[in-house]
């Protein structure tokens, strides 16, 4: 172990040097994120130099932090929660996704002007083409409307699904599924709809008529981990693809009755994945070296 440990000193101190540039992540909590190794593993597999630093910033931080970027002259940064809808008032540009999406959790530092982008979307649309799911011009069911679900929404409209039906219990994120849908309907061609929860006929019709079904809410983690709002296995057909963006556990009771009934499946692993490889081409200008990824981060797909 010590042996070990003194490697990876000694690694980093040759890595490290006066011309190394920082990209950091920006959130409170955040020592627990993955982040920090999978983009350093990707950097020093591919040779170049960057490091990349988790920061515990929370919205009080925030503008200073920004400003420190912008005054070292960071490549960039990662910004999570609580800060992906605060950063936007300290940014100069958005992507169209970010501006519907009304969060970021990319910047850019492109010679001192910060775009923010949400590459949540991407990296779920990503994951699909990765596994051979393609549902472009397509029908799809989605439950949720927090930011993991807007992401995905805006992008899938974006990239051309066809249609969408987003379901969400009544609380105090409906809100939101309205002035996503609106958005949606404004600025793309996709077809979209809201419906309650609650009304399990409907989601059962809408889900017969999609080609893909998927949770992204926080249902089937902890602490709601073994549930799911899906009665029974009758919600499902073996021709349904059926995913969900929780990715610990890495199979929710929703994966396991779609397993059971026949379904291709997916977690929420290759959203985190191409999320940051996203981000990763946008700081570096190069591809992260995805098949080694997956051997680091241990993803593999049904
Ligand atoms: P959020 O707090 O922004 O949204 C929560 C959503 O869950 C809302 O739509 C809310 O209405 C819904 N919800 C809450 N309780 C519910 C219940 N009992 N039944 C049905 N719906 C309920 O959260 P978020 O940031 O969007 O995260 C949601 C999930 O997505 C979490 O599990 C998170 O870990 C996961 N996530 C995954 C990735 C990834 O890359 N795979 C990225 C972001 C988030």
């Not at 992540?25 to 950097?43: C, V």
Request: net charge negative; proline share 3%.
């Amino acid at each position: 172990m010590k042996n070990k440990n003194r490697k990876k000193e000694k690694d980093m101190a040759e890595r490290i040097t006066g011309h190394t540039e920082l990209i950091g992540l920006m959130a409170y909590p955040i020592r627990h994120s993955s982040s920090p190794t999978m983009h350093n593993e990707a950097f020093a597999y591919l040779g170049l130099d960057y490091a990349y630093l988790a920061f515990e910033v929370d919205n009080d931080a925030l503008e200073d932090s920004i400003k420190g970027l912008r005054a070292l002259r960071m490549a960039g940064a990662n910004i999570s929660m609580p800060n992906k809808a605060a950063v936007i008032q300290y940014l100069d540009r958005l992507s169209p996704a970010a501006e519907l999406c009304g969060a970021v959790n990319t910047i850019v530092n492109d010679n001192g002007v910060l775009t923010g982008h949400n590459t949540d979307g991407i990296g779920y649309m990503q994951s699909l083409k990765d596994n051979n799911i393609d549902v472009l011009g397509k029908k799809m069911t989605i439950v949720g409307s927090g930011g993991a679900a807007t992401a995905i929404q805006v992008q899938a409209a974006l990239d051309g699904v066809a249609e969408m039906s987003i379901f969400n219990i009544k609380d105090k994120f409906w809100k939101n599924a309205e002035a996503t849908i609106q958005k949606i309907n404004e600025r793309t061609e996709c077809k979209v709809a809201l419906y309650d929860l609650a009304d399990l006929d409907k989601l059962k019709e809408e889900i017969a008529d999609s080609y893909l079904f998927t949770n992204a809410t926080g249902m089937g983690m902890k602490p709601l981990e073994g549930q799911t709002y899906i009665p029974d296995k009758s919600f499902f057909r073996p021709d349904l693809i059926v995913t969900d963006v929780v990715y610990s556990p890495s199979e929710t009771a929703m994966l396991k009755m779609a397993k059971e009934v026949g379904c291709k499946t997916m977690n929420g692993m290759g959203m985190i994945l191409f999320q940051g490889a996203a981000a990763f081409e946008m700081w570096t200008g190069k591809k992260m070296p995805i098949e080694h990824m997956k051997k680091v981060l241990d993803i593999k797909y049904d």
